[in-house]
């Protein structure tokens, strides 16, 4: 039972306010949002907190990635899983044969396998720990010609809300050309979750001429939280 594992210590749960540091309390009040079972015992990091797709908006994208997938796709990789918002959601939809899971920090990686058994979506996910970069060209290259890489890198810092155009460029720690480069290497087929500002002409120009690579803004409560671009021959509306 999830319950009944041992946190580390940099991992939390947190049941009031009182409890929570300062920088993350905006957060705290949007929990059930993040996580809608929450209250059940769900773990964050503080640094988690900020990461987190919020649970409608991963829902919205499992779903659209899920009924949009080319033939013959049958993996999803998520290349950044955090705490589980996005792999968590992609389990549920009962679409793939197998979520694979990469997150670098160790304890968020236990935060996400911890929170997929609350999900009750544990048994569809493997996990691994490490560079998602390494991991596709290593452990899961094999699985290139079945999968759909999902990744929603670092935008490098909360700089990015204050930025009428955001600089894909100069984005922290991975740029779009360092993303393009390694996930078009290992399939045609992957969606970026980008700030909600990216600057549009940067993501247009990794897309070969007379092909097409939609962009979805995913909104919650009226307000555009992100984009997802989709590379490759996704079969969107």
């Not at 700030?195 to 549009?200: A, F, G, I, N, W």
Request: glycine share 6%; hydrophobic share 40%.
């Amino acid at each position: 039972m999830a319950d009944l594992e041992e946190a580390p210590p940099e991992v939390h749960h947190y049941n009031e306010l009182y409890e929570v540091p300062w920088d993350i309390q905006n957060y705290w009040s949007q929990r059930h949002r993040i996580f809608s079972k929450y209250d059940e015992g769900i773990w964050l990091t503080d640094d988690a907190w900020f990461g987190v797709t919020a649970e409608p908006v991963a829902n919205k994208i499992a779903q659209d990635i899920a009924e949009a997938a080319p033939a013959g796709r049958s993996i999803l990789i998520d290349a950044f899983a955090g705490a589980g918002g996005n792999t968590i959601a992609f389990a549920k939809t009962g679409k793939w044969k197998r979520v694979y899971a990469i997150e670098k920090n160790p304890a968020v990686l236990k935060c996400a396998k911890h929170n997929a058994k609350i999900y009750g979506v544990d048994k569809q996910i493997t996990w691994f720990e490490g560079d998602c970069f390494e991991i596709l060209k290593n452990q899961l290259k094999d699985l290139a010609p079945y999968s759909i890489i999902f990744a929603s890198p670092p935008w490098g810092g909360p700089g990015y809300r204050s930025d009428e155009v955001f600089n894909l460029r100069t984005m922290e720690p991975y740029s779009l050309e360092v993303l393009y480069r390694e996930y078009s290497a290992f399939t045609k087929h992957f969606a970026l979750f980008l700030p909600r500002t990216s600057d549009l002409q940067q993501v247009a120009k990794y897309v070969p001429d007379g092909c097409q690579a939609p962009v979805i803004h995913y909104c919650m409560e009226g307000h555009s939280k992100a984009l997802c671009v989709f590379y490759g021959n996704f079969n969107m509306s």
